[in-house]
């Protein structure tokens, strides 16, 4: 049984790595990884996929969530985290199990012994994740307004009318259309898991983008691309490096 660990702190990797080879004597660590970067690389690679997955949610460079926007993982995966919201986004994304820290041996155990007994509840024919999907499926209803601060009062202003999402210094903006921008006090991952997807896209930490707002695409550096809207941003919207392709395929869908 090949197991793949995620986690970005080592000590915390080598504590769930050692329960793990303790309780299951089958196990074999392909490796202990510590970033969505890094993770991406390795699930690339069609040799390298594990037939379990433990992973950290929040990793040095974001929520481990946009590793499955990068490639596809059809193996379980047993979410370990300190944080408990993240549980309705984690059973969309073959999770089988949610485990908060501090690890303790009973939940890993408790983890084998759901999966041995997913294996035994479904034939080969019928795979687990098509089951799990069906069980959650995708939200259809988005967020149309948001509530931002104005004049030390909070109004609603509606999303289509917002260009994009800007954190700096652990603030949400929103750039709204008309160069007005209204501080927003929530997360940018709350923000971004309310909006329609189709008309949203985080092309890095910082930035969540209204597909409206594109006016132009161009080649950036370090294989990156930058947006060009008619709007006046803070700094360049440039897409991450690992995101290009997705976000190029997001473009041009309906």
């Known amino acids: 049984m090949k197991i793949l660990i995620i986690e970005d702190e080592p000590q915390i990797a080598e504590v769930l790595k050692d329960i793990i080879v303790k309780i299951n004597t089958e196990a074999e660590i392909v490796a202990l990884l510590g970033s969505i970067e890094k993770s991406v690389q390795f699930l ?10 433990f992973m950290d949610i929040q990793l040095a460079d974001g929520l481990s969530f946009e590793i499955f926007s990068h490639v596809e993982v059809r193996c379980p995966v047993v979410f370990c985290t300190a944080y408990d919201q993240y549980t309705l986004q984690a059973f969309k994304s073959n999770g089988i199990e949610y485990i908060l820290k501090p690890i ?4 890993i155990r408790a983890a084998f012994e759901k999966i041995a007994k997913l294996k035994q509840s479904f034939s080969l024919e019928n795979d687990i994740l098509s089951v799990i999907r069906k069980a959650f499926p995708e ?10 601060q104005y004049k030390g009062s909070y109004i609603p202003i509606a999303v289509d009318s917002i260009a994009f999402f800007f954190l700096n210094n652990e603030i949400v903006y929103g750039y709204c259309f008309d160069n007005k921008k209204y501080s927003v006090f929530k997360s940018m991952e709350e923000i971004e898991s309310t909006l329609d997807p ?11 983008l209204n597909r409206t707002a594109i006016k132009e695409i ?12 008619d709007l006046s941003a803070p700094e360049p919207l440039v897409v991450s490096r690992l995101k290009v392709s ?3 395929r997001w473009i041009e869908q309906p």
């Open 104 to 107: 303790k041996e009973e939940d």
């Open 218 to 229: 161009q080649s950036y550096i370090n294989r990156k691309v930058l947006v060009k809207t």
């Open 246 to 248: 997705t976000f190029l």
């Open 44 to 53: 690339s690679v069609a040799k390298n996929a594990p037939d379990i997955i």
């Open 139 to 148: 939200k259809k209803e988005y967020r149309t307004s948001i509530l931002v």
């Open 198 to 208: 189709n008309q949203f896209y985080r092309i890095n930490r910082q930035i969540l």
